[in-house]
């Protein structure tokens, strides 16, 4: 079967999208001089839809990346703690009287539970029960809170037309649907499913924000602006210019101070996942000179098919950049860990043997309008 997917990376500190690709990708030279009839129709009549940028474009339940929200909600809230350890013992039962018993993906694959597990230890084992019972515990209007903080189910605001809100998981998305939002949402909403939807776009700034210690930044494409004068125009100025632009209001999200200790939490599972014995992705990063937290993802659709996701940052002690890939139909987010190996190492210069760098360049000034 053939793929398609999309990968972004960005400098977690800045905000800065360092790269962005969509595949099947198309030759956007072939649109400088006018592009031919016949190739712009092979574009438009070809099933995998090239021209469709699926970084802002497409929307994907995260699945398993989602529970690092699930799990800072959690800790912040109070309805769990560090150190706390919740007994994965098969399938979950919301009650006496449930007929709706869902399990972990663990007990469906070798018939047991995971056992007793804190935090850490669940993002590590990407544990699903124990995410159940903490979103459970906390409710769906805290999990939305979250969320939104760390910027999912609305815009980024990055200087593209077409970009896509996607769609958080809430009591709100569920009365658009018709439906009476229930305990069965909530715990399908703490493992990345139910309504969740989100693009690539908005998933780097979320592990951008994980990995710089849960602080707020804006995604953009624009390094700088340099007025004529040599004077740097200021972003806050840019910002405001190209919300104008693209009709885009500012989002008003409420400035959380996640504590420190629940972000340790949560970043030593996600080390966990490419360095611990239980990892989800240990044998990817097993041999990888620079540590790397990640956390796999696998996100059931609409007819089966299983979407892949792998969302990771590096260096693990001082985090530089974060990398999202989401593979459609990829099956495991195991698989998907081989290309953000492949990203990170590039980026620091793991795979280069020979460089010949131009260090001449012509200056250039193009005017807003």
């Given at each position: 079967?053939?793929?398609?997917?999309?990968?972004?990376?960005?400098?977690?500190?800045?905000?800065?999208?360092?790269?962005?690709?969509?595949?099947?990708?198309y030759?956007p030279?072939?649109?400088?001089?006018?592009?031919?009839n016949?190739?712009?129709?092979?574009?438009?009549?070809n099933p995998?839809?090239p021209?469709?940028n699926?970084?802002i474009?497409?929307?994907y339940?995260?699945?398993s990346?989602?529970k690092?929200?699930?799990?800072?909600?959690a800790l912040?809230?109070?309805?769990?703690?560090?150190?706390e350890?919740i007994?994965?013992?098969g399938?979950?039962i919301?009650?006496?009287?449930s007929?709706?018993?869902?399990?972990?993906?663990?007990?469906?694959?070798?018939?047991?539970?995971?056992?007793?597990?804190n935090?850490?230890?669940?993002?590590?084992?990407?544990?699903?029960?124990?995410?159940?019972e903490?979103g459970?515990r906390?409710?769906?209007?805290?999990?939305?809170?979250?969320s939104?903080?760390?910027?999912?189910?609305?815009?980024?605001?990055?200087?593209?037309?077409?970009?896509k809100?996607?769609?958080?998981a809430?009591?709100?998305?569920?009365?658009?649907?018709g439906?009476?939002?229930?305990?069965g949402?909530?715990?399908?909403?703490?493992i990345?499913?139910s309504?969740?939807d989100?693009?690539p776009?908005q998933?780097?700034k979320?592990?951008?924000?994980?990995?710089?210690?849960?602080?707020?930044i804006?995604?953009?494409?624009?390094k700088?602006?340099?007025?004529?004068?040599?004077?740097?125009?200021?972003?806050s100025?840019?910002?405001?210019?190209?919300?104008?632009?693209l009709?885009i209001?500012?989002?008003?999200?409420?400035?959380?101070?996640i504590?420190?200790?629940?972000m340790r939490?949560v970043?030593?599972?996600?080390?966990?996942?490419?360095?611990?014995?239980?990892?989800?992705?240990?044998?990817?990063?097993?041999?990888?000179?620079?540590?790397?937290?990640?956390?796999?993802?696998?996100?059931?659709?609409?007819?089966?098919?299983?979407?892949?996701?792998f969302?990771?940052?590096?260096?693990?002690?001082?985090?530089?950049?974060a990398?999202?890939?989401?593979?459609e139909?990829g099956?495991h987010?195991?698989?998907?860990?081989?290309?953000?190996r492949?990203?990170i190492?590039?980026y620091f210069?793991m795979?280069?043997?020979?460089?010949n760098?131009?260090?001449s360049?012509?200056?250039?000034?193009?005017?807003?309008?």
């Amino acid at each position: 079967m053939q793929k398609v997917g999309a990968v972004v990376v960005t400098n977690v500190n800045t905000g800065e999208i360092l790269a962005m690709a969509s595949y099947p990708d198309y030759e956007p030279g072939l649109f400088y001089n006018g592009i031919s009839n016949e190739k712009y129709s092979e574009y438009n009549t070809n099933p995998l839809n090239p021209l469709h940028n699926r970084t802002i474009q497409s929307s994907y339940a995260p699945g398993s990346t989602f529970k690092m929200i699930t799990a800072i909600a959690a800790l912040e809230t109070g309805v769990t703690n560090t150190v706390e350890k919740i007994n994965d013992n098969g399938p979950y039962i919301l009650s006496q009287n449930s007929k709706y018993k869902p399990s972990c993906w663990y007990y469906k694959d070798y018939g047991r539970g995971h056992g007793p597990l804190n935090v850490s230890g669940a993002i590590e084992k990407s544990c699903n029960y124990f995410f159940y019972e903490v979103g459970t515990r906390m409710g769906i209007d805290n999990l939305e809170k979250y969320s939104r903080y760390f910027g999912l189910g609305q815009k980024t605001g990055i200087e593209l037309y077409n970009e896509k809100s996607g769609t958080l998981a809430s009591k709100s998305a569920a009365e658009k649907k018709g439906r009476t939002w229930g305990a069965g949402d909530m715990l399908s909403a703490a493992i990345g499913q139910s309504y969740n939807d989100f693009t690539p776009v908005q998933m780097a700034k979320y592990i951008s924000m994980i990995a710089n210690g849960g602080h707020s930044i804006d995604l953009s494409i624009v390094k700088s602006v340099v007025n004529s004068d040599g004077t740097q125009v200021p972003d806050s100025e840019i910002r405001q210019f190209t919300n104008q632009k693209l009709g885009i209001e500012p989002n008003e999200v409420e400035n959380l101070q996640i504590k420190e200790e629940t972000m340790r939490a949560v970043l030593e599972g996600m080390r966990a996942v490419t360095e611990g014995e239980s990892g989800t992705a240990r044998s990817i990063f097993s041999d990888f000179d620079i540590s790397v937290g990640g956390k796999t993802g696998s996100a059931e659709v609409t007819g089966g098919d299983v979407n892949a996701w792998f969302v990771g940052f590096a260096p693990f002690e001082k985090p530089e950049i974060a990398v999202i890939v989401v593979v459609e139909n990829g099956g495991h987010g195991y698989y998907t860990a081989e290309v953000v190996r492949e990203v990170i190492a590039e980026y620091f210069g793991m795979n280069m043997q020979y460089v010949n760098e131009v260090m001449s360049a012509e200056h250039e000034t193009e005017q807003f309008n």
